[in-house]
């Protein structure tokens, strides 16, 4: 048990769909992440949120959108998606976003665009 | 742009053998350095952590080195066992610190043969 709770594990989904990425954090954290994870390539940050504010956003396609209602849940509404998207999607919490404590990473959702 | 690297990306070793995965970053403002582990089908799992102002920091089974001055970090995993069998990367943050900063390596797939 990570700490950290995604759902759905897997999501097939056409590109005119609209679904949702659910994460939920029982850390107690104040900070909160969405990655990208494709075939080797490094970890892609995607979105940052730090007390329910969003404090970044790594030019990521507007067909992402992240959504924080408390510093528990965080989600990933998806519409318009493309092939190349297909990944899978990590959700990470820290302690605080400043200074040097390591993220704790759900299992992740593995998005299949079709 | 600054970028962490791994060496190799697979490592075969025989159960019980001791294994080193070896990391070189670019970033000389590096300050903090993070190992994480992922088994198939699940997220990264915090191994191992160390500041700069250190070059050794041990855990259970695992040391993590740093070589500041050629830019290396490696992990080693003493005895290992077939539960190691995952991918191991590398992750760094400069001084100024937080959980946005930090840059991942790409990983090295370790196989422990029986």
């Known amino acids: 048990e990570t700490g950290v709770t995604q759902t759905p594990r897997h999501l097939v989904m056409g590109m005119t769909n609209k679904k949702s990425l659910k994460c939920e954090q029982h850390l107690g954290h104040n900070a909160m992440y969405w990655y990208k994870q494709s075939a080797k390539k490094p970890l892609e940050l995607m979105f940052v949120y730090s007390l329910e504010e969003r404090v970044e956003n790594n030019s990521v396609p507007s067909r992402f959108s992240p959504e924080c209602p408390n510093s528990s849940h965080l989600f990933l509404h998806l519409h318009t998606l493309q092939p190349e998207d297909s990944a899978l999607y990590l959700c990470a919490s820290s302690q605080v976003m400043g200074g040097n404590s390591p993220l704790h990473f759900g299992n992740g959702t593995r998005l299949t665009v079709t | 742009g600054e970028s962490v690297g791994l060496h190799l990306p697979t490592l075969s070793v025989q159960e019980g053998d001791n294994s080193i995965i070896n990391c070189a970053y670019s970033?000389?403002?590096?300050?903090?350095f993070i190992w994480y582990k992922q088994e198939s089908g699940k997220g990264p799992q915090f191994i191992i952590d160390?500041?700069?102002?250190?070059d050794k920091r041990q855990g259970q089974r695992v040391t993590v080195l740093l070589n500041k001055t050629v830019k290396h970090l490696s992990l080693q995993i003493a005895a290992t066992q077939p539960g190691d069998s995952a991918v191991y990367f590398c992750a760094e943050s400069p001084l100024t610190g937080g959980g946005n900063k930090l840059t991942f390596g790409t990983g090295t797939q370790l196989k422990v043969e029986l």
């Open positions: 160390i500041r700069s102002n250190m």
């Open positions: 970033n000389s403002a590096s300050d903090y």
